[in-house]
């Protein structure tokens, strides 16, 4: 049960003689900044039981920002559900609203994160996330760069893109070696991190990389001796170049 006047929400939950309300860490660092606009009560995952959407103004916040509360499992362990965009993963989303029955938006990055625009917010049952999709199914670039320092993401492209993608279908993950990191390569690095117990942000940064391609050997050098290979590092020892090459 979701009980919220104008503070902040309180979550209540039934014993089998009385109501006693869940205070979550997260709640109870953020109670006293919350000034709520929008509520609802919907299903976003799928699994019968409604989940708890909350849109509110933060202390000093110019936007507002939300969030979805879901038990996980059922036993009432309210947490926010982390979303997933071009810029990586974060529990508050700009703008969110709930458009029945289509479903949860928002306002952010589905792809280069210089360009902000209107997302569907699609949930990931396997990793209990919710994953930031463009509202026409492709995500907006002013361009794809072309890129050598970590971390890759959507709209970046090139020869480390192409190793990545390379990475995923030799770990068994389907995906189109195009050297384009566009939604098909973010869904799949997803799934790379949650098999191998990664954040699961869809950034391909210094942690990821590093389990695609371990540092030794005359291809992989390590040279400034920090634990990454970078792709910087990988082409000063191939001979690539920063627009293109092969490595």
Known sequence: MFVSGNGPPHLLAWTGSEWEEVVTSTMAAEAAALEITDRWVWDVTGDGQPEVLVQFYADGAMRPFGGVLFAGNGDCSWRWIPT?????????????????PRGVFGSGFSGGCSVRESVSLRWIAAHEILLAEAMGGVPTCPDYENRLDLPLFVCT??????????????????????????PGTQLAVLQYQASRGLPIDGLVDDQTWTSMHPPGGPYFPDFDGDGVSTPREIGSATGATEYGGDW
Not at 87 to 96: D, K, N, P, R, T
Not at 157 to 162: L, N
């Open 157 to 182: 492209e090139g020869w480390p893109v192409s190793m990545v993608q390379e990475a995923l279908l030799a770990s068994g993950f389907d995906v189109d070696p195009d050297g384009f990191y566009g």
């Open 84 to 100: 997933v965009d071009s810029c990586g993963s974060h529990q508050l989303y700009e703008s969110l609203a709930l458009d029945p």
